[in-house]
């Protein structure tokens, strides 16, 4: 019962409503006591032959009171008791959402997102089962178990009572056994269906590929295998569960058992009346109810309990990147200085960056070149503070990037990203995510400059094209010239193009950055690419390799050098003449 600990916080925040349901519940169980008390007070009147209309009429007027009263009271505690095990779940779940948008990247290089969907969702569903189902079961139980108990022992046989009773604490030990059971075999269907949840998410994600590559049956057994651990996961839950109601099952037929040898006796020795040991016998029937619910409430509370520990364990982990050393809540502007002495990434023993130091001048374009995987994207992310810098400082505008406020931060940075994520929706709203408040000349402004407004008006709906998910009806070059556009919307102060230019051509680049270049004469925008044309126009030029810089200048001054940056130049200028040359032969 250690959940309804935990969770007693919110049974506070919801005392009006729990107080009232269990009152409810309460009265439930009290009226329920009335029908076998009638039926044996009737038996007794037939055995007599003193039983008359009236007298039955009185009783069959009871008996319909009970039910209308019945009826209203289990309708008050259900929207009372459920209600709030919903609101339950809609905190959770907002308090889950919320942590997760929070969270570094660091968290999602730890986390699945199938085993974060898991938590969301089935984790959830069993803590509201707890908190309604589960309050339910335990109140029923306690209160109808003993009404019932205080009813016969009081009203009929006090003796017969303590002998009906005896099997009980043999159930008690036994459904607490299966409890702990349960609760360990819960946990493990629980990871399994996490780890199915992510190869669905993941598959279904990477259809295309799948099939580009013919992998559709090693895809599809990949996934009958998940299936079947959390089949034998979940059939290993359900062997524990299915112990419960036999066991109470049995040890109640001891206890009816046990109430007609003894019953019987008490009649014969008339300490009881027939209509007496009636009555006790449908006691004892309404018995099985709060036993039969004390097993499942082991089911619910541990599987309640399996299930917030690892909501509490997603919870608990700390928020990486915090507004601790705020200082700062005006707008992002100003030069741009960084001075990186070293940095690696959690739990590498590899220096991803060393030694890179560079000014920027507000209004100025940076571009950073190098091979793949020499520190790129990571200088990138650490000018956002995706992760923070231990050895070194980053300022912008002669204040460390750690003493702006992450909202600030957020509002200066607009972040074209290699993975161009696009949501099911119109382009417009896609367009417009990083503004929800521009109007559509805004939008189609901002797509003209990332020149994909012509593609976008071809299409029959226009900006209220539905995009797909993750944008799978556009091409690589359509998905990238929106991104462009919902970055540049907002009109940021630093503009970042993460290799952004890839899927375009050679004359749809020159326009973009000519465009860019044209509308962001006050704007600093820093430019990643591995086709050095698209940053020939930079002010500054870093050349990445292994995480240090080995040149720097404008494209001019690394033109006069025998470096990479003029080898790489050379080849791709050469590389293109070549593909231009090739088009006019076929011609």
């Keep these: 019962m250690l959940v309804f600990k935990e969770l007693w916080w919110f049974f506070k925040k919801e005392k009006v409503a729990y107080g009232f349901g269990i009152i409810a519940l309460a009265i439930v169980s009290l009226l329920s006591l009335l029908p076998p008390y009638v039926i044996g007070v009737v ?54 959402y919320e942590h997760f948008t929070k969270m570094s990247q660091r968290f999602y290089q730890r986390h699945r997102t ?34 019932v108990v205080l009813t016969m022992a009081f009203t009929i046989s006090w003796k017969l009572t303590l002998i009906c009773l005896l099997p009980m604490p043999f159930m008690a030990w036994l459904t607490s056994y299966y409890g702990s059971l349960l609760h360990k075999r819960f946990h493990l269907a629980q990871s399994a269906f996490s780890d199915l949840n992510d190869t669905v998410q993941e598959s279904v994600t990477g259809v295309r590929v799948a099939k580009a590559f013919g992998q559709e049956k090693s895809e599809i057994d990949q996934f009958r295998a998940k299936s079947e651990d959390v089949v034998k996961k979940n059939v290993s839950v359900a ?33 009881l009346t027939i209509g007496q040991l009636t009555s006790f016998s449908i006691y004892l029937g309404l018995l099985i109810w ?37 200082e700062v809540y005006e707008r992002l502007e100003g030069d741009i200085s960084v001075d990186i002495k070293s940095f690696s990434y959690q739990g590498s023993e590899k220096i991803s960056l060393s030694n890179i130091n560079f000014s920027l001048k507000e209004g100025q374009t940076l571009g950073i070149v190098g091979k793949t995987g020499s520190g790129k994207s990571t200088l990138i992310r650490l000018l956002q503070r ?9 300022t912008i505008g002669e204040h460390s990037l750690q003493t702006y406020s992450l909202d600030r931060l957020k509002q200066g940075f607009g972040h ?62 359509q998905k990238q010239r929106i991104s462009i556009a919902r970055a540049v919307l907002p009109n940021p102060e630093i503009l970042i193009l993460d290799d952004s230019l890839s899927a ?42 292994q995480g240090k810089v080995i040149e720097r200048g404008t494209h001019t001054n690394l033109m006069k050098e025998a470096g990479w940056y003029r080898r790489m130049y050379e080849q791709q200028q050469l590389e293109e003449i070549v593909e231009q040359g090739g088009r006019a032969d076929a011609t």
Excluded at 69 to 88: E, Q
Excluded at 386 to 394: A, Q, R
Excluded at 529 to 537: D, M, N, Y
């Design 43 to 96: 038996v007794d009147h037939i055995l007599r032959q003193t039983l008359d209309v009236r007298t039955l009429v009185i009783w069959i007027s009871v008996l319909v009171g009970v039910g209308v009263f019945s009826y209203l009271f289990r309708y008050l505690w259900r929207i009372l008791i459920f209600g709030a095990s919903i609101r339950l779940a809609r905190l959770l779940r907002n308090q889950l």
């Design 114 to 147: 199938g085993d974060l969907m898991a938590h969301a969702t089935n984790d959830i569903r069993a803590v509201q089962m707890t908190a309604g189902q589960g309050v339910l079961t335990l109140v029923d139980s306690i209160t109808m178990g003993g009404f």
């Design 239 to 271: 062997r524990v569960d299915a112990l419960f109601d036999p066991t109470i099952s049995f040890i109640v037929g001891i206890s009816y058992f046990l109430a007609v040898v003894f019953g019987a006796r008490y009649v014969i020795a008339e300490e």
């Design 290 to 326: 709060p036993m039969l619910a004390f097993g499942w409430l082991f089911n619910i509370v541990e599987r309640g309990r399996a299930s917030y520990d690892r909501i509490l364990a997603i919870l608990s982990e700390k928020q990486e990147i915090t507004d601790e050393r705020a």
């Design 386 to 394: 995706e992760y923070d810098l231990d050895d070194g400082t980053i």
């Design 416 to 477: 074209v990203p290699q993975d161009h994520f696009l949501f099911s929706a119109t382009i417009a709203d896609n367009v417009a995510f990083a503004k929800p408040t521009a109007s559509i000349r805004e939008i189609i402004n901002s797509c003209q400059l990332a020149q994909i407004h012509e593609d976008i008006v071809r299409f029959p709906q226009g900006y209220e094209t539905i995009v797909g998910e993750r944008g799978v009806t556009l091409s690589g070059g």
């Design 504 to 545: 375009v051509d050679a004359k749809t680049e020159e326009q973009i950055l000519s465009g860019l270049r044209e509308n962001r004469q006050d704007k600093t925008t820093i430019i990643t690419a591995h086709r050095l044309s698209a940053i020939k126009h930079a002010d500054l030029i870093l050349v990445l390799d």
